[in-house]
Each structure stands twice: as C-alpha cells, then as structure tokens.
Nanobody, 121 residues
Framework: QVQLVESGGGLVQPGGSLTLSCSASGSIFSVYAMAWYRQAPGKQRELVAHITHRGSTNYEDSVKGRFIISRDNAKNTVYLQMNSLIPEDTALYYC???????????????WGQGTQVTVSS
C-alpha cells in the first residue's frame, strides 16, 4: 500500500517554470518505478515521464528537453521540474507508483489526488 500526495501546481505564464513534488508513504518507496501523468479537460490521461528505481528516465516526446523527472529515495519523493511551459501543458498532474515492464512503465494502482497546472498569460 502506497499513499501519494502531489504538490507544487499553480498558474504560470507561458515560458515559465514549475516544480511538482510527490511524497510517498506507506511502503518501500525505493523499490517502485515512479511516473508523472497528466490529464487535460476532455482528454485521456497520458504518461509524461517515468523514472526507474535506479534512476533511469524516459519522457513523452512533447516534454523532452523541457521537463526533468527525478527522485530522492531518502525523502520518499519524486519531482517533476517543468521548464519552458506552454499552454498545452495545462492539465491535472498525477504521480503514480508502478513498475517497469520489459521496455515500458506499467502503472500501479496507487495514485495521488493530482495537482493542477495552468499555463496562461
């Protein structure tokens, strides 16, 4: 059982930056792969980035070069640093604790409540 709490969302102008945090409790954080998803109004939830328990990362094409996912196992926290934000990044952002399949991230049943990111002038 893992409990996840996201924070750090807000309103930011295009070109700005935000850093999201996801704090985990209730289980051994370091064994999980972790991921950030987002869901915009009227759209399906999409995988934005993931990080393995060893720290290897992967990103969805639209955020490559702009977003950085990282984790601090000592603090049971995963981060998403978002730079050069554009209006299309507006969404509710969720973190997830899962595992790695042969090549892809496999979402687990543990989700946070989400944190809203709005990019607008």
């Amino acid at each position: 059982q893992v409990q996840l709490v996201e924070s750090g969302g807000g309103l930011v102008q295009p070109g700005g930056s935000l850093t999201l945090s996801c704090s985990a409790s209730g289980s051994i954080f370091s064994v999980y792969a972790m991921a950030w998803y987002r869901q915009a109004p009227g759209k399906q939830r999409e995988l934005v980035a993931h990080i393995t328990h060893r720290g290897s990362t992967n990103y969805e094409d639209s955020v490559k070069g702009r977003f950085i996912i990282s984790r601090d196992n000592a603090k049971n926290t995963v981060y998403l640093q978002m730079n050069s934000l554009i209006p299309e990044d507006t969404a509710l952002y969720y973190c997830n604790a899962g595992q790695m399949g042969i090549t892809d991230y496999v979402a687990g049943p543990y989700w946070g409540q989400g944190t809203q990111v709005t990019v607008s002038s």
